[in-house]
T-cell receptor
Framework: DVKVTQSSRYLVKRTGEKVFLECVQD?????MFWYRQDPGLGLRLIYF???????EKGDIPEGYSVSREKKERFSLILESASTNQTSMYLC??????????FGPGTRLTVT | GQNIDQPTEMTATEGAIVQINCTYQ??????LFWYQQHAGEAPTFLSY????GLEEKGRFSSFLSRSKGYSYLLLKELQMKDSASYLC????????????FGTGTRLLVSP
């Protein structure tokens, strides 16, 4: 079974803090993704990576950056957290054209 | 760009059949996925259609018409545990086969 894990289920940060969200997958998938999910807006792609050290912007990359130093790990970084980044963050991984497997999500609150 | 439409909410009765529709507009269509997401949990993969027709998997079936830009998810013999959001997502062969998600259909199954 594919397993995608995320470092925290719940996180509370203050405005202006730097925030790291970590994602690890154990199936040697080359593609990894970060989404945020908000009511009424669905899942929106922030960034994705198709290989180590490679990254591509998704639909809403502003205010975020990513890092992929190892194949199994994909990190999302909020350089200076703002209240409008309060959301559910979901990581996913896949190989080829097959389905994406999602992690359990991190509910981030920025106060 | 890509546009995906699905109803916001549906209700049905235990034991009944429900059909959740999804229409899409995309360039370079490369497959359509359905995911199930229970409240507070990660999406889980249900089905994948890349060719026209019906794919059946137990109580769940998914249909695709590429010429009409249309898919539906059919749930038979509804159970209370089927109460969840159902996400339609389209893959295109541009942009590393990333997925674009609809906003989801929340299904409420009542006794």
């Amino acid at each position: 079974d594919v397993k995608v894990t995320q470092s925290s289920r719940y996180l509370v940060k203050r405005t202006g803090e730097k925030v790291f969200l970590e994602c690890v997958q154990d199936m040697d998938h080359e593609n990894m993704f970060w989404y945020r999910q908000d009511p009424g807006l669905g899942l929106r792609l922030i960034y994705f990576s198709y290989d180590v050290k490679m990254k591509e912007k998704g639909d809403i990359p502003e205010g975020y950056s990513v890092s992929r130093e190892k194949k199994e790990r994909f990190s999302l970084i909020l350089e200076s957290a703002s209240t409008n980044q309060t959301s559910m963050y979901l990581c996913a991984s896949k190989t080829g054209a097959y389905e994406q497997y999602f992690g359990p999500g991190t509910r981030l609150t920025v106060t | 760009g890509q546009n995906i439409d699905q109803p916001t909410e549906m209700t049905a009765t235990e034991g009944a059949i429900v059909q959740i529709n999804c229409t899409y507009q995309t360039s370079g269509f490369n497959g359509l996925f359905w995911y199930q997401q229970h409240a507070g949990e990660a999406p889980t993969f249900l089905s994948y259609n890349v060719l026209d027709g019906l794919e059946e998997k137990g109580r769940f079936s998914s249909f695709l018409s590429r010429s009409k830009g249309y898919s539906y998810l059919l749930l038979k013999e509804l159970q209370m545990k089927d109460s969840a959001s159902y996400l339609c997502a389209v893959s295109s062969n541009t942009g590393f086969q990333k997925l674009v998600f609809g906003t989801g259909t929340r299904l409420l199954v009542s006794p």
